[in-house]
Structure formats: structure tokens, C-alpha cells
């Protein structure tokens, strides 16, 4: 299976204005012309991270944003403005009550947080999807649940989720609960794809084709200097 690789660039002011020739005025986004941009280096973490999705969101019209894996809410903190509603799952219990402090009304008045696995939470957060008034049901998914180590070096005792149920990286059942959904063109964001094939992950080729599965349309975009996959269906 192809996938393109894509990166930010030299110019991250000029991104976004250049993000827009790829999506149709409908906000689907146009593969036809694809998008190649210059490697910048340095532009990862956080900061890389908002500025992709918010670029994306600005030219896709998506106002819905779910992502796995909340740690310490600060992709979630960057990127929630941009959203009319975001959902995050975490299952770790000490990151979750951190982030609810950090992310309560009145910081922020358009986030839900929820304690738990991921493959048994998307389901809950997609019923309340369709719940909203709103009849665009696409989301912008952000799929970062896995095990990582310690919360925090000062604290090495402190750990990150690691599942009794799902291993190291939920990603395939996290997957198999959006297929369900009758939305087949969210577009899905997976972080740390250098990590694919490694134990308890699943590999590149599988992630592709279990994504193939919810819909034969997608195709895949790789943005080399974030390490993170897109899945959208560009028509
Ligand atoms: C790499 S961190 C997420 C970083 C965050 N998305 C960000 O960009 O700021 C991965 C998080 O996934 C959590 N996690 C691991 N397995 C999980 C599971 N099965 N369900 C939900 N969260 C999980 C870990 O506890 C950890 O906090």
C-alpha cells in the first residue's frame, strides 16, 4: 500500500494558506494535487503537533476532535480552540486527574475527559457524537494511547498506562470501534508510527489495511518530521 510522505516545511506560517489548495470548498480533502513540503527540523513535539492539526482542521471544517492517550493534555490544551467539542480518554488515573484540573471549565469549556481504556471508551464518546446538534459527524481522531514509561522523570515510580487487556498500543481495537461508527470519513491521525511492529503494536501494513476495512477510500499521508500517519479519505 502507498503512502505519501508529507512534511510541515521551511515555512510553517505559510502551511496553513497552502494546506487549503488541497481540500475541496466542501472541506474534503483533494488528493489529486497531493501536498509535498520541505523538511523542517526541529518542528516536532507540541508545537508540531498543533500546528498540523489546526491547519488541518482550519481547511477540513472538522469540529470534532478525539484523541487517545490524554497524558498531560498539551496537544489537547493547543489544538482544543479549534474544535466546537473535544473528547480525550486517558487510563491512567494520576494523568487524568491532573488534566481534569488543567482542563476544567472555565479553562476550557468545550473539553470531556474520560478515566479508561480507549477500545472500551470510543464507543461511549462516539454515542455522544451523535448526540450533538451538529450534522457533520466527522471527527478529527488523534490516536496516542500506548504505554510510554514514566509520567515524568522525577517520578520514575510513576507509570503510564500499560493494559492488561490490550498490551502496550491499543491502536487496532481503537480502530475497529471507529469502523463502527456509521460516519466512514473521519479523518485519523496516528502518532509515533516509528513504533509500528514493535512489541505489542501492530505494523504499518496491518494499521493501513484495518483502516482499508472501515473504508476502501482511504489513503495515507505520512508527515515524516512528526512521525504521525493521516488517514483521510481525499476524494
Ligand atoms: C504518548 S502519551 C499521550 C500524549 C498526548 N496525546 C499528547 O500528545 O500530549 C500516551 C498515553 O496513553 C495512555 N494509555 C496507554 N494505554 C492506554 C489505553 N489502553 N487506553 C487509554 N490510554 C492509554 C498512557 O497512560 C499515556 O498517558
New binding site residues.
Given amino acids: 500500500m502507498d503512502i505519501e510522505f508529507i512534511t510541515i516545511g521551511d515555512e510553517p506560517e505559510g502551511f496553513q494558506e497552502r494546506m487549503k489548495h488541497h481540500f475541496m470548498e466542501d472541506g474534503r480533502l483533494d488528493t489529486k494535487k497531493g501536498f509535498t513540503f520541505l523538511a523542517r527540523r526541529g518542528l516536532n513535539s507540541?508545537y508540531g503537533?498543533s500546528f498540523l492539526i489546526s491547519g488541518l482542521v482550519e481547511v477540513s471544517k472538522i469540529k470534532f476532535f478525539i484523541?487517545?492517550?490524554?497524558?498531560?493534555?498539551?496537544?489537547?490544551m493547543a489544538v482544543s480552540p479549534n474544535f466546537t467539542y473535544n473528547w480525550s480518554?486517558?487510563?491512567?488515573e494520576d494523568?487524568f486527574k491532573n488534566c481534569q484540573v488543567r482542563t476544567q471549565n472555565p479553562i476550557r469549556k468545550n473539553i470531556k475527559l474520560f478515566l479508561?481504556?480507549?477500545?472500551e471508551?470510543l464507543p461511549i464518546i462516539l454515542s455522544e457524537l451523535n448526540e450533538r446538534p451538529e450534522a457533520d459527524k466527522r471527527c478529527m481522531f488523534?490516536l496516542?494511547?500506548?504505554?510510554?514509561g514514566t509520567?515524568d522523570a522525577s517520578a520514575s515510580d510513576t507509570k503510564?498506562?500499560?493494559?492488561e487487556q490490550?498490551g502496550n498500543?491499543?491502536l487496532t481495537q481503537e480502530i475497529k470501534e471507529i469502523g463502527k461508527h456509521e460516519e466512514k470519513n473521519h479523518l485519523i491521525l496516528i502518532?509515533?508510527v516509528r513504533m509500528m511492529g514493535t512489541e505489542g503494536w501492530p505494523t504499518i501494513e496491518e494499521t493501513l489495511e484495518s483502516i482499508k476495512d472501515i473504508n476502501q477510500d482511504y489513503s495515507f499521508k505520512y508527515c515524516t518530521d512528526l512521525d504521525i500517519l493521516i488517514a483521510g479519505v481525499f476524494k
Fill in positions: 507540541v503537533k484523541e487517545t492517550g490524554t497524558f498531560l493534555a498539551e496537544t489537547l480518554v486517558e487510563a491512567q494523568c479508561g481504556e480507549s477500545p471508551t488523534f496516542d494511547a500506548h504505554f510510554s509520567v503510564t498506562h500499560l493494559s490490550h498500543c491499543p502518532d509515533d
